[in-house]
């Protein structure tokens, strides 16, 4: 969603039933802070979905500007520098860092395109460790790899799953995409839900019925 307008309107839509928002690049480049403080005055949490990858300097100055807006997760992509700089910038602040494993979106054949040889779950764990060696609070994977970090990292580090569609929906993109209620027998401690939600012709049933579907596999 890239309508700041649009965005309020499901808010307000939603009110009640959902407490916490992505914030993603398009909306972002659209709303800017503003619609992130519009979001979080109605009582609401934020999580700021922009994926920094930059040189591990300016890295570190645009986390400390993201700390300053009081939002609850922020997603960071890199090596260990970059990771290291961004956890400096948050360290003593409310803010939560994710960073991202390996996009829903890619599988095996587009990890041998991108130069990766490695198994694409060894390429999960490899980054998922070195997060939680960092020092950030969790990690973006797909719901495949969800039971393998938790299993190996247990509370000690956030699984914040993508790639989320109700049974017999089509994957929009995602090559590793799983049911809400999956995801959550899997481990996952925070679902992405996005289209299911925002391409309903009724939103408000759309959240229902995903809830219903994690509350029976509980």
Request: net charge neutral.
């Amino acid at each position: 969603m890239a309508d700041p307008t649009e965005a309020r309107r499901l808010v307000e839509r939603l009110e009640g039933q959902v407490k916490f928002y992505k914030v993603g690049m398009l909306l972002y480049l659209t709303g800017g802070s503003r619609i992130v403080r519009w979001i979080q005055d109605r009582g609401n949490r934020v999580f700021l979905d922009l994926k920094f990858y930059d040189v591990p300097a300016t890295v570190f100055q645009a986390v400390e500007q993201v700390a300053r807006m009081g939002v609850t997760f922020l997603t960071v992509h890199g090596n260990r520098e970059i990771l290291e700089k961004a956890v400096e910038a948050a360290r003593g602040t409310g803010l939560k860092l994710l960073a991202v494993t390996v996009l829903t979106s890619l599988d095996r054949s587009d990890l041998i395109d991108l130069g990766y040889p490695c198994p694409l779950e060894k390429l999960v764990l490899h980054r998922a460790e070195m997060a939680w060696r960092l020092g950030c609070g969790g990690v973006i994977a797909s719901p495949w790899e969800a039971a393998g970090i938790k299993g190996r990292f247990g509370e000690e580090l956030l699984v914040v799953t993508p790639g989320i569609r109700p049974a017999g929906q089509a994957k929009g993109g995602h090559k590793r995409a799983s049911t809400p209620g999956e995801t959550i027998q899997a481990g996952a401690d925070y679902l992405v839900i996005g289209q299911p939600i925002t391409g309903a012709e009724d939103p408000t049933a759309a959240v229902g019925e995903i809830i219903r579907d994690m509350e029976n596999c509980q």
